[in-house]
T-cell receptor
Framework: DTEVTQTPKHLVMGMTNKKSLKCEQH?????MYWYKQKAKKPPELMFV???????INESVPSRFSPECPNSSLLNLHLHALQPEDSALYLC??????????????FGSGTQLSVL | GQQLNQSPQSMFIQEGEDVSMNCTSS?????WLWYKQDPGEGPVLLIA?????ELTSNGRLTAQFGITRKDSFLNISASIPSDVGIYFC???????????FGKGITLSVRP
């Protein structure tokens, strides 16, 4: 099973709303990632959790707040977003995140629209 | 920083044709990954390469890790309509390096 599950599939929110994106994997992977992807562009790394600890924050604005409740779950809390934050948000996982040759497995993403 | 170059941005082929796309860099990579992405979906891993010169197949797809470690190639044989999508190369350059993505090639297949 190489599945990473993301919910919701689509999300529309206003600039004053608070919402959360959820991600789950049952592959026993210990590293989980959030990426942001604009149309026809490659994914851009936002956050990396390794062994449930935040290991990389790519200078992401504080209106995005990640959380890793356990090794299988990853959340992204959203608050006071801007229209330019509209994008496909991808979750990914890999075996440990400690090595430089790992394969990342992606979820199908949440298409976020900020009005 | 490391950059991966994929060109052209778009490719148009006839169903049944073979197509080859490459990914190049001025930096040495230790791992090459090839992903395919359909509209509104996440990237799906097609092939992973770990050694210079390595040639790996996955059905009609074949990918190679370049001898110089600065490039990789993906070949699709006997294309079919469901091969349509964006193909991204990605790679790691060294210890604790983040995954670098190319800009992707959009493949269209004419029936």
């Amino acid at each position: 099973d190489t599945e990473v599950t993301q919910t919701p599939k689509h999300l529309v929110m206003g600039m004053t709303n608070k919402k959360s994106l959820k991600c789950e994997q049952h592959m026993g992977h210990r590293a989980m990632y959030w990426y942001k992807q604009k149309a026809k562009k490659p994914p851009e790394l936002m956050f990396v959790y390794s062994y449930e600890k935040l290991s990389i924050n790519e200078s992401v604005p504080s209106r995005f707040s990640p959380e890793c409740p356990n090794s299988s779950l990853l959340n992204l809390h959203l608050h006071a977003l801007q229209p330019e934050d509209s994008a496909l948000y991808l979750c990914a996982s890999s075996q440990s995140g400690d090595r430089n040759n790992e394969k990342l497995f992606f979820g199908s993403g949440t298409q976020l629209s900020v009005l | 920083g490391q950059q991966l170059n994929q060109s052209p941005q778009s490719m148009f082929i006839q169903e049944g044709e073979d197509v080859s796309m490459n990914c190049t860099s001025s930096s040495i990579f230790n791992t090459w990954l090839w992903y395919k992405q359909d509209p509104g979906e996440g990237p799906v891993l097609l092939i992973a390469l770990y050694k210079a010169g390595e040639l790996t197949s996955n059905g009609r797809l074949t990918a190679q890790f370049g001898i110089t470690r600065k490039d990789s190639f993906l070949n699709i044989s006997a294309s079919i309509p469901s091969d349509v999508g964006i193909y991204f190369c990605a790679g790691h350059t060294g210890a604790n390096s983040k995954l670098t993505f190319g800009k992707g090639i959009t493949l269209s297949v004419r029936p």
